[in-house]
């Protein structure tokens, strides 16, 4: 996972079907478009909701 973080940080595709094929070439792994898509929106979400763990004060 971080592997795909790294490459999304330093690289720019414009649709998860890029994602989908740099996964597969990478990891021999095979993803659909619809399915990279989703995976990536669960990423983002995990990602905000560590942001607003990390930025809550009690």
Known sequence: MESLKQELRTHLYTDA???SQWVK???EVTYTPQ???DLLNRMRQFELNLEILNNYHI
């Open 17 to 19: 079907k890029q994602v």
């Open 25 to 27: 070439d990478t990891f």
């Open 35 to 37: 399915g990279m898509a």
